[in-house]
């Protein structure tokens, strides 16, 4: 299988692709959305065309708001993020952008807090809860490499779902003024579900093939698995891919920005499945074995 | 097989009956009689206002707690229902995370943009409470002198006075009443009979003392207690005008709160903005099952056409769920339901592939069939349960928005679970199989060899 053949290749790209992502969130920051540090969120619409965002802009900072972002949303109207308003200062930014409000939220900082430590805690618990899970399913398999190494294999394979995401998720905030918010968090998740069963699928393959022919080099077996399991990997993903894109496309506006990093992940995912995992768990088997010679 | 066949006409026969249904349900001009269940939209597609309020709990006892919380609801949604918005949802939150722990309110307004007016109805509901004299001394005030001579005034006595436990949960009724003699208004208090022992034993306790008494914060009267009082009737002489006892007691009269609580997030979607959503969102669903479809026909030939019957039926099932349960759905529950279409297929596809390779092995087509489902089942049961572990991590942590998500996304895991392996072999095993291990309509990609 060429995936095992020039898995020091694959393994390359990832942690290519890592790097950059690491870059980006380094030299960018991730810029978080009022749902984690508090806010208000103004959505406005304008009867006919909308005003130029400079104009929004001016126009805003002129009545004395602070903090303020402008953001086009749909074809006809603007999103209007500042500090926390009162009522009346809610009322005073519509007069001010000169259009009518569609929507309007505001989120106390402790409520912001509190989202962020949940969502924090909520990948944690993920991470912790697959790897108890991948350990248990493969508890039976020992040799030649113990269970717990293909929990860790699966670990770093979703590391990689998570930061190459993230890292988009940066250069978008920095160069489309893209927001995390909740639905940001549950992109990653839901990635993370996805690409474990991905993965899963892979390994129950080279689980089935240790009892069933024990002689065969490991290597040759996991390529045998990813072979066999190669197409069934990329139509699912295909077809997950196919939705998501429908959903960013076609989809409401609020799920937007979700659909797109959905679809990274799914794509990252995917090829941590079939070109990481597998590999790092040759790499894992022969570095034992040179240890035991 | 002709037992096989029969089941799958029925299953198939209800399965467009339960679409009939779901469709015709969304009629509403004029009303059909399954209109009874419509699909419940969340606040972000219905329109409508969301408030939550955070209580102030640290001056009661822990034990109290969940009881004050509960007065609270009550008190509010009593004023919620008092104009006249349909279907209010007013619930007891839990916020804080770890050591932290807050109590919140959530206010769900369906229908209400304007949320000024929600604000002020709400925030006048009063909140009532009854403080003694504390037996410690006062703590130390740091007096400032001023450039001009003057000492500041601004000297704190809120210590002086400690929480009884009386508070606005037991109030049972307020009333204006004249004094005799002067005729001045005052505000007469009724107890409830916890309330009524309560205040008995607070006088009891303090003849001679103040008792005082606080309204959103401030002491607006600060008696003398010269005996005990048993009847459960204290009275406010607060220099009232008429005009403002009166307001007073209609505000007392529809609940007092037995704890402060205050607006930390608002959040109003316009009823425009929401239908837009669900049109993009039906839109999404279409776009996205239509394109899945045609690939499962395009690459899996007959068991396609199989795989997307099932995956109708899945479609039609959660939404007669999601009518029937009822789910609220939001955008977000939308996202959750538009993957899950996608995810449905996944089951259907190791089936295939894994037939696939069995035939491949000179198998019949039939019996590599059976054992696609057979050997299929470990995979599709431990990469479905990575699924499930998230939705529950998501549904249990998450706020509302992220529930709606984890609620349709996990129901979407466990009935595609059912449909894409029940239903998919029941059809396929209905269908007559050529007898050798090769045939176009059951072999899949784009080439016949294999």
Known sequence: ?293 | MLKKRITAIVVLLVGIALGWMVFRSQEANPPHFLARYPFRLGLDLSGGSHLIYEADVSQIPASQIDNSMASVRDVIERRVNAFGVSEPVVQVQNGGFGAVNTHQLSIELPGVTDITKAEEQIGQTPFLEFKVQSDKPMAPQNIVIGPDGKASTNIDVSNQFVSTGLNGKYLKQAQLVFAQGTNEPTVSLQFDSEGTKLFAQITKDNIGKVVAIYLDGQVISAPVVRDAITNGTAVISGSFTPEQARELVSSLNSGALPVPIHLISTETVGATLGSQAVHAGEMAAIIGFIIVGLFLLAWYRLPGLVAVIALALYVVITLALYKLIPVTLSAAGIAGFIISIGMAVDANILIFERAREERIRGRAIGEALSAGFQRAWTSIRDANISSIIIALILYFFGSSLIKGFALTFGLGVLISLLSAITITRLFLQALPTPKGNKSFIFSSGFTTKK
């Open chain 1, 1 to 293: 299988m060429f995936v095992i053949k020039y898995k020091t290749l694959f393994i390359s790209i990832s942690a290519f692709f890592v790097a950059i992502a690491i870059v980006s969130l380094i030299a960018f920051g991730l810029p978080l959305g009022i749902d984690f540090k508090g806010g208000s969120a103004l959505e406005v619409q304008y009867s006919g065309a909308r005003p130029a965002i400079q104009t929004v802009n001016t126009a805003v900072a002129n009545a004395g708001f602070d903090h303020t972002l402008v953001q086009p949303i749909g074809d006809q109207g603007y999103r209007i993020e500042t500090a926390t308003l009162t009522d009346a200062q809610r009322a005073q930014l519509v007069t001010v952008s000169g259009g009518t409000q569609t929507s309007f939220t505001s989120i106390g900082p402790s409520v912001g807090t509190e989202l962020k430590h949940k969502a924090i805690a909520s990948i944690i618990l993920v991470l912790i809860a697959i790897i108890l899970f991948v350990a248990y399913a493969f508890r039976k398999v020992s040799k030649p490499v113990s269970s717990w190494k293909y929990g860790l294999a699966v670990i770093i394979a979703l590391m990689h779902d998570i930061i190459i995401p993230t890292g988009v998720f940066a250069l978008l905030g920095h160069f489309m003024g893209a927001q995390v918010d909740t639905l940001f968090i549950v992109a990653l998740l839901t990635t993370l579900g996805l690409s474990v069963a991905d993965t899963i699928v892979v390994f129950d393959r080279i689980r089935e093939h240790l009892k069933t022919k024990a002689n065969m080099p490991f290597a040759q077996l996991v390529g045998e698995s990813l072979s066999e399991t190669f197409v069934r990997s990329i139509n699912t993903s295909l077809v997950v891919l196919v939705v998501v894109l429908s959903l960013a496309i076609f989809g409401p506006a609020t799920t937007q920005l979700f659909a797109i990093v959905l679809a990274v992940g799914m794509f990252f995912g995917t090829y941590s499945s079939i070109f990481l995992a597998s590999p790092l768990l040759v790499v894992m088997e022969q570095s034992q074995k040179k240890k035991n010679k």
